[in-house]
């Protein structure tokens, strides 16, 4: 399961809020160090994502949250969606394997007859996703700060010496 922090940004309808999820690593999450130096962070201090959650826990607006996100509907969704289609592509080369007689004779028929499984496997593979589909939805399982205790804590600074060297818009805006 994958778990996020973030803060609560606003509440939507049916329960659900947007919360705003800042990487723990700065640059570009899952690229190289390399490609990372290359970019400029003069804009933030990290790439933010936005995603619409479910709040069991009634958390306000502004508080920081524990976002998890349960990845067994991906998987069985993905299976459905690989798994049939490939049963039926299996089923089609061992029907024309033995109907070809092992491929010798009759190749145009076992072209169809091959062709008719796959086609098969993913009308069913489809139609059993479109039944069966649920939505990996993130739920907020846990408040970490409220609102209040975050107005409290001490704010992090951003400063231009976190920032790359070789950038010129960093060095052109002066922060203090």
């Given at each position: 399961?994958?778990?996020y922090?973030?803060?609560?940004?606003?509440?939507?309808?049916?329960?659900?809020?947007?919360i705003?999820?800042?990487?723990?690593?700065?640059?570009v999450p899952g690229?190289?160090?390399?490609?990372?130096?290359?970019i400029?962070?003069?804009?933030?201090?990290?790439?933010q994502?936005?995603?619409?959650?479910?709040?069991e826990?009634?958390?306000?607006?502004?508080?920081?949250?524990?976002?998890?996100r349960?990845?067994?509907?991906?998987?069985?969704?993905?299976?459905?969606?690989?798994?049939?289609?490939?049963?039926?592509?299996?089923?089609?080369i061992?029907t024309?394997?033995f109907m070809?007689?092992?491929?010798?004779?009759?190749?145009?028929?076992?072209?169809f007859?091959?062709?008719?499984?796959?086609?098969?496997?993913?009308?069913?593979?489809?139609?059993t996703?479109?039944?069966?589909y649920?939505?990996?939805?993130?739920?907020?399982?846990?408040?970490?700060?409220?609102?209040?205790?975050?107005?409290?804590?001490?704010?992090?600074?951003?400063?231009?010496?976190s920032?790359?060297?070789?950038?010129?818009a960093?060095?052109m805006?002066?922060?203090?």
């Open positions: 399961m994958a778990e922090e973030g803060f609560v940004a606003s509440k939507k309808t049916n329960g659900l809020v947007e705003l999820i800042s990487p723990t690593s700065k640059g690229a190289s160090e390399n490609i990372n130096r290359q400029c962070h003069c804009a933030a201090d990290g790439p994502v936005s995603i619409d959650a479910i709040n826990v009634g958390a306000a607006v502004g508080d920081w949250v524990l976002v998890r349960d990845s067994s509907p991906l998987i069985r969704n993905a299976l459905v969606l690989v798994g049939i289609p490939m049963v039926g592509l299996i089923a089609g061992i024309s394997y070809t007689a092992c491929f010798t004779a009759l190749s145009l028929m076992g072209i007859v091959g062709g008719a499984f796959v086609i098969g496997g993913l009308t069913i593979g489809v139609l996703f479109r039944h069966i649920q939505p990996a939805v993130p739920v907020i399982v846990r408040v970490l700060k409220k609102t209040s205790e975050l107005a409290t804590a001490t704010s992090q600074e951003c400063t231009v010496a920032k790359p060297d070789f950038c010129e960093c060095k805006t002066s922060r203090t």
